[in-house]
């Protein structure tokens, strides 16, 4: 039987438990720190991290650590490959290498958001370490001495086009710590290298998604030598990444890589998050077309986007025509050849085909919408002001928001978030009106489908 925590928990920024955990952590890693080197013994072969004091004990660091080959070359848009080993015997000699894991994981390659780059709030997010095509790999935390502990999965957000297990603010030595568990980052393609999709073996589609599972694969296999217990695996993500482990709620390949799941303001039925085979190959044809690979046959432009340098797919991702409000450029797509193999997902999602022994918690923010009208709307959200909205105005926004609904039930909406104070806010300028805006485009994104995924 499926069990699911039926209780909405109301992620806040400031008053959150993990982030704070986050912030905490953020504040202090600065400073001075001694670091011992620790090595761990794998099957494929020898690791060194570092031990080091922590919020008064010892924490066990071991970043960038690889769980898959290089995705570079011709092996660019195609599934990952289990990192090979790296230890190797003459004579009843171990020859083998040890691998250095003590420098933070590469970001997956992506651009920058600079829509403000003054204020902290959008810079956090951007990527702290070099952006690298060859980016499979994961950070992990320990308690020192750990044994048989939880494990704790994160799955950074970003629309799938950026994000990075690196960040600051997702430093796990606090989290492990505190919560005497093992922490685990790990890195998944983005943009058109985890999500270009031709509906052909050369360019399959979800490659981002066959990543995270790779990734959980590895991590089961050999987080018990970091003291974890492969038996309480829990994933635990935001936007991007909540979305995703629905994802692997229903993918065949990743039953049984993990036990439990947290969902921060993000569901797989987010309309944001996963296109459909049809919508996903027409922005990917648009892409190939910016980046000058408009070929007739499948296996030639492909072979052409192998060539293509990565900035250029960084350029122009968001030159993809027609993208409707909050709609992100390359996502998930709900059929495809090696993650979806069974069935639809959208059609998962509504016949309740996804895994029913994970236990979930699901979370969603007081206010999801504010954050995106910002980007989506800065004709009426400047970054700098508070927002104040006329009622003409007001439905501006509603009909940019939703211009892909029909007209009546665009009005229908405007009428019940303002309600019987509407002739109240018929002239002059209201808080009010900006506020039900923000309100609208965070029930519609995210908070509608939480709540039905959290039902079902």
């Not at 794998?42 to 970043?63: D, M, N, P, T």
């Not at 919560?179 to 490659?207: C, H, K, Q, W």
């Not at 808080?431 to 939480?450: E, H, K, P």
């Amino acid at each position: 039987m499926w069990r699911l925590f039926s209780i909405i928990l109301v992620f806040s920024f400031i008053d959150g438990t993990i982030l704070r955990l986050l912030q905490v952590n953020a504040s202090l890693s600065s400073s001075h720190q001694s670091k011992v080197p620790v090595d761990i013994e794998l099957q494929a072969g020898l690791i060194r991290g570092f031990e080091s004091i922590f919020l008064h004990k010892r924490v066990r660091s071991f970043l960038g650590v690889p769980f898959a080959e290089p995705p570079v070359g011709e092996l660019r848009f195609w599934p990952p490959r289990l990192k090979k080993p790296w230890n190797g015997w003459i004579n009843c000699g171990n020859i083998g290498k040890t691998i250095e894991a003590t420098i933070l994981a590469p970001a997956c390659y992506q651009g920058r958001d600079t829509y403000n780059e003054s204020f902290w709030g959008s810079e956090m997010w951007n990527a702290n370490t070099p952006v690298s095509e060859d980016c499979l790999y994961m950070n992990i935390w320990a308690p020192a001495e750990a044994s048989n502990l939880t494990v704790l999965v994160w799955f950074f957000g970003g629309g799938f086009w950026y994000g990075s297990p690196s960040l600051l603010l997702y430093d796990g030595k606090a989290l492990a710590l505190t919560s005497n568990t093992i922490v685990v980052n790990i890195n998944y393609r983005l943009g058109a290298f985890g999500y270009l999709y031709l509906g052909d073996s050369e360019v399959p589609g979800n490659m981002g998604m066959l990543d995270q599972q790779l990734a959980l694969y590895w991590i089961r296999e050999n987080i018990e030598a970091f003291g974890g217990n492969p038996k309480s695996i829990t994933i635990f993500g935001e936007s991007a990444g909540a979305s995703s482990i629905v994802a692997h709620l229903i993918a065949p390949g990743s039953r049984g890589l993990f036990h439990n799941g947290i969902l921060q303001s993000g569901s797989l039925d987010n309309r944001w998050s996963m296109d459909t085979p049809k919508r996903a190959l027409e922005k990917s044809r648009e892409l190939a077309r910016l980046v000058g690979c408009n070929r007739t046959n499948i296996y030639d432009m492909a072979r052409c986007l192998r060539r293509v340098p990565p900035a250029e797919f960084v350029d122009q991702l968001w030159n993809i025509p027609n993208l409707g409000f909050l709609e992100f450029p390359l996502v998930i797509v709900s059929k495809d050849e090696n993650f979806f193999t069974k069935e639809d997902a959208f059609i998962a999602l509504r016949n309740k085909n996804f895994a029913q022994d994970v236990n979930l918690m699901i979370g969603i923010n007081s206010d999801e919408g504010a954050f995106w009208n910002i980007y989506n709307l800065p004709k009426f959200y400047d970054h700098q002001t508070q927002p104040l909205l006329g009622i003409n105005e007001f439905n501006e926004c509603v009909n940019t928001a939703f211009s892909r609904l029909p007209e009546v039930i665009r009005a229908a909406a405007a009428y019940v978030y303002t309600g019987n104070n509407r002739c109240d806010y018929a002239n002059g300028q209201h808080r009010f009106l900006a506020d039900q805006v923000n309100q609208m485009v965070g029930d519609y994104f995210f908070t509608c489908d939480s709540l039905w995924f959290a039902d079902q």
